[in-house]
T-cell receptor, first 110, second 114 residues
């Protein structure tokens, strides 16, 4: 059974803090990795894909460690608007579908 | 402009009364998915269509059925809703099903069962 495990939340941080989320996946054959963001009672939306070399998009940095089957998301200089649930998502190769983690909730306070 | 549209946004049904949720897309994507998401849980894939090919997840109850009459529309039918079926139902699309495609989600239908 394919599993994606994430840090249990919620994470409560003040504005301006740096916060990191961790995710592990069970299927060593996994080929694609994503972070989605989901606001309360809304649909998930793609935040960023995760590449083997690591990638950065503004205040967001994603890292992948294939040997440890581990993915991370770092958010620098947290904003109030970053408050949401962050879902780790993993895809296999070939004809397959994506597996979602339960998500980690982030609460950024003034 | 909305690309994946779900109706209604909120649906209330009675225990055992059949209900249909609808989804349409303007992206012309081959693949359409139905996910069930309960509070604080991961979205759980119920089934998906690759064009007209239906793919049911092994643990999806028989109570859940789906129809895709054309590329643009997909329906989720719950034949006899139980209290445990109360959840957010998310429709999504992608241009292919290789496990590495971005999913485009609709805004979801929140189903309540009384």
């Amino acid at each position: 059974r394919k599993e994606v495990e994430q840090d249990p939340g919620p994470f409560n941080v003040p504005e301006g803090a740096t916060v990191a989320f961790n995710c592990t996946y069970s299927n060593s054959a996994s080929q694609s990795f994503f972070w989605y963001r989901q606001d309360c009672r809304k649909e998930p939306k793609l935040l960023m894909s995760v590449y083997s070399s690591g990638n950065e998009d503004g205040r967001f940095t994603a890292q992948l460690n294939r040997a440890s089957q581990y993915i991370s998301l770092l958010i620098r200089d947290s904003k109030l608007s970053d408050s949401a649930t962050y879902l780790c998502v993993v895809g296999d190769s070939g004809y397959s579908t994506l597996t979602f983690g339960k998500g980690t909730m982030l609460l950024v306070s003034p | 402009d909305a690309m994946v549209i779900q109706n209604p946004r909120y649906q209330v049904t009675q225990f055992g009364k059949p209900v249909t949720l609808s989804c349409s897309q303007t992206l012309n994507h081959n693949v359409m998915y139905w996910y069930q998401q309960k509070s604080s849980q991961a979205p759980k894939l119920l089934f998906h269509y690759y064009d007209k090919d239906f793919n049911n997840e092994a643990d999806t109850p028989d109570n859940f059925q789906s129809r895709r009459p054309n590329t643009s529309f997909c329906f989720l039918d719950i034949r006899s809703p139980g209290l445990g079926d109360a959840a957010m139902y998310l429709c999504a699309t992608s241009s292919s099903s290789g496990g590495n495609e971005k999913l485009f989600f609709g805004s979801g239908t929140q189903l309540s069962v009384l």
